[in-house]
């Protein structure tokens, strides 16, 4: 891993233990309204120019996650406090939330991104010789849909895809 601090180790392990995600029914452990996180948020950061290679920068984004033809959005959402959490609206006005640990605008979102994921098959931090050795190894996984991914720049990031009725996690990268 690129980089460093105690902080994007923390941020990359929340995203490799957030575990399964919600469904459109899970509920947000969160104090108060939300709102999206802004390039306001985070241009004070070195990894700013990094954001600008996304038309959103790599704080929401659009495509059709559940595959029902209409179009979902994932972003990043604040709250008053300054806790970030994952939320999906889907085109049917449903939202999720992804059931992490909540990130710290300050600390953890200036290095943190999301973008949509075409549908193909992507190959697993494991089959690149990365990530845990005591876990057992799934070298790839295959998207029929859109999918998003959640990462760190530079550093470790994963792939969310619908199955079941609910977002599962890949590990990409560590």
Not at 54 to 83: M, T
Not at 97 to 106: I, W
Request: glycine content about 10%; proline content about 6%; charged content about 25%.
């Amino acid at each position: 891993m690129r980089g460093g601090g105690d902080k994007m180790k923390w941020l990359i392990g929340f995203i490799l233990l957030s575990g399964l995600a919600g469904s459109p029914a899970f509920a947000l452990q969160v104090e108060g309204p939300l709102s999206p996180v802004v390039t306001a948020d985070v241009k004070q950061h070195p990894d700013f120019l990094l954001r600008k290679q996304h038309p959103n920068a790599y704080l929401s984004d659009k495509g059709d996650f559940d595959g029902d033809g209409q179009a979902d959005e994932v972003a990043f959402h604040k709250n008053a406090k300054g806790q970030v959490v994952v939320l999906i609206k889907f085109g049917n006005g449903l939202i999720a939330g992804l059931p992490t640990q909540l990130l710290s605008l300050k600390d953890d979102m200036p290095r943190a991104g999301v973008k949509t994921v075409k549908p193909g098959t992507y190959k697993m931090a494991c089959a690149k010789k990365a990530g845990p050795d005591n876990q057992s190894c799934q070298p790839e996984v295959t998207t029929k849909t859109d999918a998003f991914e959640v990462f760190t720049f530079e550093a470790g990031s994963v792939l969310y895809i619908w199955k079941e009725e609910e977002f599962r996690p890949y590990v990409l990268t560590d």
